[in-house]
């Protein structure tokens, strides 16, 4: 039995933003992200690393990081690494995510999301044999001081798409 492929691709919006401006500056574009000063940074095309100060716009109600923007710093970066990486005969979606908080964010908060080269091989390798996979990863989040703030887990899965 043959799969209809999916319709499924970059939203137009965002390839004029990276093809224009840089995935850097796409992402700063970003309402939420503007909204809450996140600030992200592709370190090579595996890693991102991403950085929130404490401001009025994401600072909740006793004045510590808004859990909301906590995670909303965290929410892409895993799932964009991946679609970058295995390319357009691949969907990644988001399936599950889950924020710990550990500690209240005082200060600027960071977060690295990284995903080795030798893993995206190994996903593409696992989807191209069985068609599909999931993968769990994790982020974690610490404050200025090194304080550990919150951490992330997310699902994803990953499906081959072409007919």
Same mark, same amino acid.
């Given at each position: 039995?043959?799969?209809?492929?999916?319709?499924?691709?970059?939203?137009?919006?965002?390839? =004029?933003?990276? !093809?224009?401006?840089? &995935?850097?500056?796409? +992402?700063? %574009? *970003?309402?939420?992200?503007?909204?809450?000063?996140?600030?992200?940074?592709?370190?090579?095309?595996?890693?991102?690393?991403?950085?929130?100060?404490?401001?009025?716009?994401?600072?909740?109600?006793?004045?510590?990081? =808004?859990?909301? !923007?906590?995670?909303? &710093?965290?929410?892409? +970066?895993? %799932? *964009?690494?991946?679609?970058?990486?295995?390319?357009?005969?691949?969907?990644?979606?988001?399936?599950?995510?889950?924020?710990?908080?550990?500690?209240?964010?005082?200060?600027?908060?960071?977060?690295?999301?990284?995903?080795?080269?030798?893993?995206?091989?190994?996903?593409?390798?696992?989807?191209?044999?069985?068609?599909?996979?999931?993968?769990?990863?994790?982020?974690?989040?610490?404050?200025?001081?090194?304080?550990?703030?919150?951490?992330?887990?997310?699902?994803?899965?990953?499906?081959?798409?072409?007919?």
């Amino acid at each position: 039995m043959k799969r209809k492929k999916i319709e499924y691709s970059v939203h137009p919006l965002w390839s =004029f933003l990276r !093809s224009s401006f840089g &995935m850097d500056e796409a +992402f700063k %574009m *970003f309402g939420p992200y503007r909204g809450a000063n996140v600030i992200p940074k592709l370190i090579d095309p595996f890693t991102y690393e991403v950085e929130m100060p404490l401001v009025l716009s994401n600072t909740n109600y006793v004045g510590t990081h =808004f859990g909301g !923007s906590l995670y909303s &710093m965290c929410d892409p +970066f895993f %799932m *964009f690494i991946l679609i970058e990486n295995l390319g357009e005969d691949f969907i990644v979606w988001d399936k599950s995510a889950q924020i710990h908080f550990l500690k209240p964010g005082k200060s600027t908060v960071k977060a690295k999301f990284h995903i080795p080269k030798e893993v995206i091989e190994e996903i593409r390798a696992i989807v191209l044999e069985n068609k599909k996979t999931t993968r769990n990863f994790t982020a974690d989040v610490f404050d200025s001081d090194g304080t550990h703030v919150a951490r992330v887990e997310k699902e994803l899965y990953i499906r081959h798409n072409k007919q």
